[in-house]
């Protein structure tokens, strides 16, 4: 016997008890961590948000384009890509160059963009984390991942859950799911945490509401 008949014949055994595979599988687990209100909710995720140090800003619609314009303008950004289904006014005063969502760019050419504004699938309010799509608000995965800042748009409480399960109930498992939680960060190296490195260095968040909120 080799090693390959000896590792199958290990992962048969282990599955000879597995249920069958038309058999339904239980889902009695907590869908949520305790009961909170929808305004309880949205505080968490703005919460879990800033703990992995994304930067939360909260406005009304009517405020959204002031706020994106300020933003883009504060970061300096001379170039901003934009996905094709990002609603034109939201960008309508910004003083930066359009680069549309294009299947021919390069990643080279993707770098070179300061900024890119999207909107999201789903925020999960107790891990902190934005969900995208690859709907025509949202783009290309990679166009969230090359460019150094991303400012997210997420519409509370519409498109605000509480836990994963909840998250993943709205969620195509076919569509190109990109899940983020914080700007890009890793600490594999001597446990220094360094941000940028396979994603954005900057992730901004805007929370947009009905009411009046005063924009920050």
Same mark, same amino acid.
């Given at each position: 016997?080799?090693?390959?008949?000896?590792?199958?014949?290990?992962?048969?055994? #282990?599955?000879?008890?597995?249920?069958? +595979?038309?058999? $339904?599988?239980?889902? *009695?687990?907590? &869908?949520?961590?305790?009961?909170?209100?929808?305004?309880?909710?949205?505080? !968490?995720?703005?919460?879990?948000?800033?703990?992995?140090?994304?930067?939360?800003?909260?406005?009304?619609?009517? +405020?959204?384009?002031? %706020?994106?314009? /300020?933003?883009? #303008?504060?970061?300096?950004?001379?170039?901003?890509?934009?996905?094709?289904?990002?609603? $034109?006014?939201?960008?309508?005063?910004?003083?930066?160059? /359009?680069?549309?969502?294009?299947? @021919?760019?390069?990643?080279? +050419?993707?770098?070179?963009?300061?900024? @890119?504004?999207?909107?999201?699938? %789903?925020?999960?309010?107790?891990?902190?984390?934005?969900?995208? =799509?690859?709907? $025509? =608000?949202?783009?290309? /995965? &990679?166009?969230?991942? %090359?460019?150094?800042?991303?400012?997210?748009?997420? /519409?509370?409480?519409?498109?605000? @859950?509480?836990?994963?399960?909840?998250?993943?109930?709205?969620? *195509?498992?076919?569509?190109? !799911?990109?899940?983020?939680?914080?700007?890009?960060?890793?600490? =594999?190296?001597?446990? *220094? &945490?360094? +941000?940028?490195?396979?994603?954005?260095?900057?992730?901004? @968040? %805007?929370?947009?509401?009905?009411? &009046?909120?005063? #924009?920050?």
């Amino acid at each position: 016997m080799n090693s390959r008949e000896r590792i199958l014949g290990r992962v048969r055994r #282990a599955l000879a008890d597995a249920p069958a +595979e038309d058999e $339904p599988i239980a889902r *009695d687990y907590l &869908r949520e961590h305790g009961q909170r209100t929808v305004a309880e909710t949205v505080e !968490l995720l703005a919460e879990n948000l800033a703990d992995y140090r994304a930067v939360v800003h909260r406005c009304t619609d009517e +405020e959204l384009p002031d %706020v994106l314009t /300020r933003l883009l #303008a504060e970061r300096g950004a001379r170039s901003v890509l934009v996905p094709p289904g990002l609603p $034109p006014h939201w960008l309508g005063a910004v003083d930066a160059t /359009r680069v549309p969502d294009r299947a @021919v760019s390069t990643p080279h +050419e993707l770098d070179q963009v300061d900024s @890119v504004v999207t909107g999201c699938a %789903v925020a999960i309010a107790e891990t902190g984390t934005i969900v995208l =799509d690859g709907s $025509p =608000d949202q783009g290309r /995965r &990679r166009i969230t991942l %090359v460019p150094d800042h991303h400012i997210c748009v997420v /519409r509370v409480p519409g498109q605000v @859950v509480s836990s994963v399960p909840q998250g993943l109930e709205r969620l *195509d498992p076919a569509r190109p !799911l990109t899940w983020i939680s914080g700007p890009s960060a890793t600490s =594999d190296i001597e446990l *220094d &945490r360094v +941000e940028g490195v396979h994603g954005p260095r900057t992730l901004e @968040v %805007v929370l947009v509401g009905q009411g &009046r909120t005063g #924009a920050t």
